[in-house]
C-alpha cells in the first residue's frame, strides 16, 4: 500500500525554525516527485514545489520561492519542508503529495497532512 | 501565472441530482487538468486526471470533460458521501506553478 506518513503537528513561536517531514512507503520513492501543499485555516489549496528524489532538482512556487526549502534523505525516503523563520502566516495544514514524472501526472497519493501553528 | 476559476463557489443539491462544475483556465493547459475531492479533516482525494480519465477506485458517477481553457466535472447522481470541497488543478504550467481552482463547496440538501 502506498503510504506517505508526515510528522506531526507543531506549535512555534514567531521567528522559530521547523522542519516537517514526509516519509513514503509502499513504492519505489526514487520514481515519484514529493510536493507540497498548503491550506491555510478555512482556504483552498497552494501548490509551494516539489522535489525530484532522483537528482534533488527542486522547483518552488514563486509565491514561495525564498521562504521555504525543500530537501531529501534518500536513505530514509524522506522528504523535508523546512521554514528559517516562522511567521504567523505560516499557521496552516501543510500536506506531501506524490506525482509521477510527468508535467500531466496528477497527485495520486497525499500524505494526513501536517498542521503547523504559529503564535506568540 | 495560469490563473484556474471554478464556478460556482458552492452548490446544494438532493440526493440524485446531476451536479456540474465548471473550472476555466486563463490560458490554454491542453488537458493537464486534475479534479480533487476534499472533506473536512481530510486529504485531498483524486477523482479525475488529464482532464477525463477516472482515477482507479473512483465511482463510475464521476466525469470529466473540456480541454484547452474550458473544463468541468459532472456528478451524475449525487449521493449522500459526495458533500466537500472540489478543487480543480492544472500541471500545464512550466516552470511550474501548478495552481488549483478556489475549490467548489458542495452541500447535499
Known amino acids: 500500500e502506498v503510504q506517505l506518513e508526515q510528522s506531526g503537528a507543531e506549535v512555534k513561536k514567531p521567528g522559530e525554525s521547523l522542519r516537517i517531514s514526509c516519509q513514503g512507503s509502499?513504492?519505489?520513492?526514487?520514481?515519484?516527485?514529493i510536493n507540497w501543499v498548503r491550506q491555510m485555516p478555512g482556504k483552498g489549496l497552494e501548490w509551494m514545489g516539489k522535489?525530484?528524489?532522483?537528482?534533488?532538482?527542486?522547483n518552488y512556487s514563486p509565491s514561495f520561492h525564498g521562504h521555504v526549502t525543500i530537501s531529501l534523505d534518500k536513505s530514509i525516503s524522506t522528504a523535508y519542508l523546512q521554514w528559517s523563520s516562522l511567521k504567523a502566516s505560516d499557521t496552516a495544514i501543510y500536506y506531501c503529495?506524490?506525482?509521477?514524472?510527468?508535467?500531466?501526472?496528477?497527485?495520486?497519493?497525499w500524505g494526513q497532512g501536517t498542521q503547523v501553528t504559529v503564535a506568540s | 501565472d495560469i490563473q484556474m476559476t471554478q464556478s460556482p463557489s458552492s452548490l446544494s443539491a438532493s440526493v440524485g441530482d446531476r451536479v456540474t462544475i465548471t473550472c476555466r483556465a486563463s490560458q490554454s493547459i491542453n488537458n493537464y487538468l486534475n479534479w480533487y475531492q476534499q472533506k473536512p479533516g481530510k486529504s485531498p482525494k483524486l477523482l479525475i486526471y488529464?482532464?477525463?480519465s477516472l482515477q482507479s477506485g473512483v465511482p463510475s458517477r464521476f466525469s470529466g470533460s473540456g480541454s484547452g481553457t474550458e473544463f468541468t466535472l459532472t456528478i451524475s447522481s449525487l449521493q449522500s458521501e459526495d458533500f466537500g470541497i472540489y478543487y480543480c488543478?492544472?500541471?500545464?504550467?512550466?516552470?511550474?506553478?501548478?495552481?488549483f481552482g478556489q475549490g467548489t463547496k458542495v452541500e447535499i440538501k
Open positions: 522535489i525530484d528524489p532522483r537528482h534533488s532538482y527542486i
Open positions: 509502499g513504492y519505489n520513492f526514487y520514481d515519484y516527485w
Open positions: 503529495a506524490r506525482s509521477a514524472y510527468s508535467r500531466s501526472s496528477p497527485f495520486d497519493s
Open positions: 488543478q492544472e500541471t500545464y504550467s512550466s516552470p511550474p506553478a501548478w495552481t
Open positions: 488529464a482532464a477525463t
